[in-house]
C-alpha cells in the first residue's frame, strides 16, 4: 500500500482531490471509454468533494465521462429525506458539478425487492467495465462501507443490519435520536470493493486512529474489514496526522520519507484545459 | 447530452450564479424552472435523470419571489374605483406597468364609493393569472363603505355605509356580488360587524379593520371573529396610548387566537409613516408586517391635479393630498421603492425586506403554498434584483415579462 500523510484535514482532502483529479485526466475519458469512480460518503470525504467542485468550477476538471457508483444507501429512508445518501450526493457533489444523471449510480434502499437491488447493481458494475478507483473511508469500527465487523471479505453487495457502533456513530445526522436511525442498508461487499483497479481509504481524525491501526498494522482480519485491502496490488490510503496517532512511529516516518516519491502522483496537477483534443 | 428522460418535453430553465430567497435566507442556489412553476432539481435528477435545457447567468444578483401588492387604487391615470368605459382595460394597463415594479400579483382596490360603482365595476375585475400582459389579479380589495365616519381620511363622506340587522342583505345590496373579492376593510366598532366579519372571513374573503375609531377590545374581537389584517397601520386609526392601544394594540395583544396571525399593512414611502413609527411597528411584530403601497391614480404621473375615486387630490412631489387640503389621500410610491425604504429606515435584513413584500402578503391571503415563496412546486413569480434592491427583471410562471 501507499499511506499518505498530511498535517491536517484539509491538506488531506486537498491531497485526495488532487489525484482523483489527475487519474480522471490520465485516462482522458471520452464517449466510449468513460472513467469509473466508487464514491464514498459521511463527513470524511467532504473536503475531497468541495475541492473537486473547485476544480470543476475552474474548468480544470470535467465529469462529462465519468460514471459513479456509491458505495451504500440506507435502507427504507425515503430519497429526498435530507440524510439520504441520494440527498448527500446530490448536495455535496452533483449538483455542483457536469455529471450526467444517467452516469450516476446508488443503490436504491426503496426497492421493492432489495436482493435484485444489489445484484442489478453489481452487474450495473461489470456492465461499466469495473470500478477504475473505489474511493472510501473507514468507520471508527474498521468497516469499509457498511461492512460490519464480521462481515465475509469476499463479499458483495447486499442488504446489512448495521452494528450499534455505527448505529451510535450516525445519530448525529438524525438528531441524536438513535429510533431515527435507520438500522439496515445496501451495501458493496468487499470483494465489491476489492475488485476495483485501484482503491483510496480517505481517513482522517484521532476517532480513526485505531481503527486505522488495525487495518494496517495487523493482519487481515473479518472484524476490521478495511484489512483486506492489504491484499490489494494497488490500494492508496490518505490520512491526517491525528489518524496516525495509534500507529507505531517507525511506519509514519518510513511513510513521510516517501512523500517526495507520493507527490510525484499529483504534481504537475493535470488540467483539461491541457487537453483539448 | 442524450436525450433529457424527464417527464415532460416542456423545457427547463436553470437560474445560475444567483442568490435566491429561500428558507428565509440569502442562499447561493441555482433556480429551476420548467412549466410556469418552481422545479425540484434533485428530483429532476434522480427521477427523472432531467436537466437543463437553458441555463441563465444571473451575474451574482438576488433572486426573491415576486412582489404582491394588496392595497392599489390605481395608477398611470386609472382609477379602478371609477367606473369608466373600460374597467378591464384600466385594470390591465395598471397590471402591465406594475411589472416594473417588481409587482407580479396584486390586489385592485376600491375605495368608498357608490353602490352604483360596485355593481358596475366589482363584476369587471375578475381573479386571473398573471403573464407578459400583466401582474396577475388575485381579487379586489374593497375598503369600505363600512367605515368610521371620522377615520374617513380621503373617503367621501356621503357614501359611507353602516351594517343593519341584516348583515348579508347590507353585503349584498352594497356590493353586489362577492366573486372575485380578496379582502374588505371596515370598522368593527359599527353595529353588527361581527357577524358581517364572520360572513366573509366564512366565505374565504380576507377582513382587514382599518378606518376606525375601534378599541384594542373592538379590534380584538374582530380578529376573534376572524379579522386578519389592519389596513395601513397608523393611518386612519386612533394613535396608541399606552392606555388603550387601540387597534395598533393588536400587534402584540394576547387575545388572538392561537394559530392565527395578525398581519398588518404598512406603507412604507416615508411619508404616510414616520420612520421611528415604522421601526416600533416592525420590532414589536416583525413577521405580520406586509408592505403596501395605497397607490392612486396619479401613481406614475407627473405632478398636477388628478381623480381618485368620487374626490379629487394635488400631486406634490412624493405626495399626494386631497386637493386643497393636508389628509394625505393615498401614495404615489411604487411597492420596490417601499422596499428600499423598509430597509433603510428599519435596518431590517434584506431578506426581511423582501418577505415583507412577498411572503407575507401569500400568508395572509392564504396563498403562500403558490405565491410569495420560491419553494419548489409554487409558482415561477419572482424578480432579480441587485443589490441596492433595484427590480432589473421581472418573472411571471417562469417567463420574462419585463426586464430594466
Redesign the interface.
Known amino acids: 500500500m501507499r499511506l499518505v500523510i498530511l498535517d491536517d484535514y484539509d491538506l488531506a482532502s486537498e491531497w485526495a482531490a488532487k489525484y482523483i483529479r489527475n487519474r480522471i485526466i490520465q485516462f482522458k475519458p471520452s464517449a466510449g471509454r468513460y472513467f469509473t469512480l466508487g464514491l464514498p460518503t459521511g463527513s470524511t470525504p467532504l473536503g475531497c468533494y468541495k475541492k473537486l467542485t473547485e476544480y470543476h468550477k475552474n474548468g480544470d476538471l470535467s465529469f462529462k465521462y465519468v460514471k459513479t457508483f456509491n458505495m451504500d444507501e440506507y435502507v427504507g429512508l425515503p ?2 429525506h435530507p440524510e439520504s445518501y ?2 448527500y450526493m ?2 455535496n457533489f ?2 455542483h458539478i457536469d455529471i ?3 452516469n ?1 449510480h ?1 443503490l436504491d434502499g426503496n426497492a421493492r425487492d432489495l436482493q435484485v437491488e444489489c445484484a442489478a447493481f453489481e452487474q450495473k458494475i461489470a456492465a461499466a467495465g469495473g470500478i477504475d478507483l473505489f474511493v472510501g473511508g473507514i468507520g471508527p469500527d474498521g468497516h469499509i462501507a457498511f461492512n460490519e465487523p464480521g462481515s465475509s471479505l469476499v463479499s458483495r453487495t447486499r442488504v446489512k443490519t448495521l452494528a450499534k457502533d455505527t448505529i451510535v456513530a450516525n445519530a448525529r445526522f438524525f438528531g441524536n435520536d438513535l429510533s431515527k436511525v435507520p438500522t439496515m442498508t445496501l451495501t458493496v461487499g468487499v470483494g465489491t470493493v476489492m475488485d476495483a483497479r485501484e482503491v483510496m481509504i480517505l481517513i482522517t481524525g484521532a476517532h480513526k486512529a485505531f481503527a486505522l491501526y488495525k487495518a494496517i498494522e495487523e493482519g487481515v482480519n473479518h472484524m476490521w474489514t478495511v484489512s483486506a485491502f492489504q491484499q490489494h496490488p494497488r490500494t492508496i490510503f490518505i490520512c491526517d496526522e491525528d489518524a496516525t496517532l495509534e500507529l507505531r512511529v517507525k511506519t509514519v516516518k518510513y511513510f513521510k520519507g516517501l512523500m517526495h516519491v507520493h507527490n510525484q502522483l499529483v504534481e504537475p496537477t493535470l488540467s483539461v484545459k491541457d487537453y483539448t483534443d | 447530452m442524450p436525450s433529457n428522460k424527464s417527464l415532460s418535453d416542456a423545457p427547463i430553465t436553470q437560474f445560475v450564479n444567483c442568490r435566491i430567497l429561500k428558507d428565509h435566507r440569502l442562499q447561493r442556489e441555482d433556480l429551476w424552472v420548467r412549466e410556469g412553476k418552481i422545479l425540484n432539481p434533485e428530483k429532476l435528477f434522480f427521477d427523472e435523470e432531467g436537466f437543463a435545457d437553458h441555463k441563465i447567468d444571473c451575474g451574482n444578483k438576488i433572486i426573491a419571489p415576486g412582489f404582491i401588492d394588496v392595497q392599489l387604487n390605481g395608477g398611470y391615470g386609472i382609477d379602478f374605483s371609477q367606473a369608466s368605459d373600460d374597467i378591464i382595460g384600466g385594470v390591465a394597463l395598471v397590471a402591465k406597468k406594475i411589472l416594473e415594479h417588481g409587482v407580479t400579483s396584486f390586489c385592485p382596490t376600491l375605495v368608498t364609493s357608490p353602490t352604483v360603482i360596485y355593481h358596475k365595476v366589482i363584476p369587471e375585475i375578475r381573479v386571473q393569472d398573471g403573464g407578459p400582459e400583466g401582474a396577475g389579479v388575485l381579487g379586489l380589495h374593497l375598503e369600505g363603505p363600512f367605515i368610521s365616519k371620522e377615520k374617513k381620511g380621503a373617503h367621501p363622506a356621503q357614501f359611507l355605509r353602516t351594517f343593519n340587522a341584516g348583515v348579508v342583505a347590507d353585503l349584498m345590496e352594497t356590493y353586489g356580488h362577492l366573486e372575485n373579492v380578496a379582502m374588505v376593510t371596515l370598522a368593527p366598532e359599527l353595529a353588527n360587524s361581527g357577524a358581517a366579519i364572520r360572513e366573509l372571513a366564512g366565505r374565504g374573503i380576507t377582513v382587514s379593520v382599518g378606518h376606525s375609531m375601534a378599541d384594542l377590545s373592538q379590534a380584538e374581537e374582530a380578529v376573534q371573529n376572524g379579522a386578519s389584517f389592519i389596513t395601513h397601520l397608523f393611518n386612519a386609526m386612533l394613535p396608541f396610548h399606552h392606555r388603550d392601544p387601540g387597534i395598533v394594540g393588536l400587534l402584540t395583544s394576547d387575545r388572538i387566537p392561537p394559530g392565527q396571525t395578525v398581519y398588518y399593512g404598512m406603507i412604507a414611502d416615508g411619508i404616510h409613516t414616520h420612520p421611528a413609527a415604522l421601526r416600533i411597528a416592525h420590532r414589536a411584530h416583525p413577521a405580520g408586517l406586509v408592505l403596501v403601497t395605497d397607490a392612486v391614480t396619479a401613481m406614475g404621473l407627473p405632478p398636477g391635479r388628478h381623480t381618485l375615486g368620487q374626490q379629487q387630490i394635488d400631486i406634490q412631489g412624493l405626495h399626494a393630498y386631497v386637493a386643497g387640503t393636508t389628509t394625505l389621500s393615498g401614495s404615489i410610491a411604487t411597492m420596490d421603492m417601499c422596499v428600499r425604504h423598509f430597509r433603510e429606515a428599519s435596518g431590517c435584513t434584506v431578506e426581511a425586506a423582501l418577505e415583507a413584500a412577498s411572503l407575507h402578503p401569500a400568508q395572509l391571503l392564504g396563498m403562500s403554498h403558490r405565491k410569495g415563496t420560491l419553494e419548489y412546486g409554487t409558482d415561477a413569480d419572482f424578480v432579480v434584483l441587485d443589490d441596492t434592491l433595484t427590480v432589473r427583471e421581472t418573472y411571471i410562471a417562469g417567463q420574462q415579462v419585463w426586464r430594466k
Open positions: 430519497r429526498d441520494h440527498s446530490w448536495n452533483f449538483k450526467e444523471p444517467q450516476t446508488i
